[in-house]
């Protein structure tokens, strides 16, 4: 028969590896060792019931914004507390141990204006619902072709007297060994799939992020006068100074103006309306429609359209805005909509809509986007305002009824 040392040693164990699940860093391995874990339907009947019911739930409001480690210490001191009025301790502890670092370690710090469901079905912890974090991956369409570049794939070649580096970190850049200067020039086209993403530095040293289902076009040279790229979906852009050929950047027919600053330029977040989201993190740009142009500092946000530029800050925080590029889903008051959006791209899913949920939902929380779509699912079911249907790769929103 097992010790109680022993069932202790293998829960924490346990802990240990949903941990790791969550922040998508298990090895094959350990996959392995936590599929076994979750085969064992008693085990996992018990984990989803104490997740949706009302056990922890004092324990889990009062350290949702806690440290893991010390939170984790605290909570079990508490349990330990209560064992002690006629529940068997080790019993206890084996019971929760892996609950209580589940939601500890990144799924319940999120704040909501909503409360969890007690009957609620959260989607299983399961290779079946595993689908993958998106990486670093584009496709760069030149004049003689395309070429796939991937994360960890060293790529080189030449294009219009310029050798094209692609390195194993998935950044690809122009390098100039010949020192030419030419009188016309070519235009390359970074394309990011849903699912991908991809960094470039550009012929004068500017660096462009690039996030999911988005694509820049650029000459491969600049020449004289001003450096023009054109960006559709969202790219984070680093600038080089060079205050006789200011860089500009064209989005929906908007032009974003800048000489040596870095911004965020985002299409998508209101695409039905053609609208550009332009958060300046430094410097400063000049955003430019049909009729007049608006001088935009670092720390403001703008929203334009070819009408009208208007400053959003600081409804909308700036290190929520920019946070993909950091490897962070950030949602603070985000309506669900924009949320699934996100997910959609990143996870390279389609999101269909129950006729009968209501989008006027609301959700904040943060987590890595190197975790598994399941995890962040889970969180927001957590939360109550939805449940979700995935079949393939097709993601159903519900309403929560319960």
């Known amino acids: 028969m097992q010790s109680e040392k022993d069932r202790m040693k293998h829960s924490f164990r346990v802990s240990e590896l949903i941990i790791k699940y969550q922040k998508g860093t298990l090895s094959e391995s350990e996959k392995e060792e936590l599929s076994v874990w979750v085969d064992a339907s008693d085990k996992t009947q018990f984990l989803r019931e104490m997740t949706t019911g009302k056990i922890l739930e004092k324990d889990l409001e009062e350290y949702a914004r806690a440290n893991t480690e010390k939170g984790y210490s605290r909570v079990i001191n508490k349990l330990e507390k209560k064992a002690r009025l006629g529940i068997a301790q080790y019993n206890l502890i084996f019971k929760v141990a892996a609950v209580v670092l589940v939601l500890l370690s990144g799924l319940v710090y999120l704040l909501s204006r909503h409360k969890p469901s007690t009957n609620q079905q959260l989607i299983a912890l399961s290779d079946s619902n595993l689908i993958v974090p998106g990486s670093k991956k584009a496709r760069l369409i030149y004049v003689d072709g395309e070429i796939l570049l991937e994360q960890g794939k060293d790529t080189t070649f030449t294009n219009d007297t310029l050798t094209v580096i692609n390195s194993a970190d998935g950044i690809v850049s122009y390098r100039n060994d010949l020192k030419t200067k030419v009188s016309t020039t070519q235009w390359n086209i970074l394309e ?50 060079d205050a006789k050929r200011p860089f500009i950047v064209t989005a929906n027919n908007i032009s974003i103006k800048a000489v040596g600053t870095a911004f965020n330029v985002d299409c998508k977040r209101y695409a039905n309306t053609k609208s550009v989201l332009t958060t300046v993190t430094e410097g400063a740009v000049l955003i430019g429609r049909s009729h007049s142009t608006t001088l935009v500092k670092a720390g403001e946000v703008a929203l334009s359209d070819n009408l009208l530029t208007k400053f959003v800050a600081p409804k909308k925080d700036i290190t929520e805005l920019i946070a993909w590029k950091e490897g962070m889903f950030s949602f603070k008051s985000e309506n669900i909509e924009v949320v699934m959006q996100q997910l959609s791209e990143w996870y390279n899913v389609k999101i269909e809509y129950d006729s009968t949920f209501n989008r006027h939902k609301y959700f904040t929380g943060e987590i890595k986007r190197s975790v598994p779509l399941s995890t962040l699912l889970e969180m927001i079911e957590l939360t109550g305002i939805a449940k979700f249907s995935l079949s393939q790769r097709t993601l159903k929103v519900l309403p929560n009824t319960k």
């Open 192 to 241: 990011a799939p849903a699912g991908g993403g991809y960094t470039i530095v550009l012929e004068d040293g500017t660096k462009v992020f690039l996030n999911a289902a988005s694509s820049i076009s650029y000459p491969v040279h600049f020449l004289a006068g001003e450096r023009n790229v054109f960006l559709r979906g969202e790219g984070y852009f680093e600038v080089a100074k």
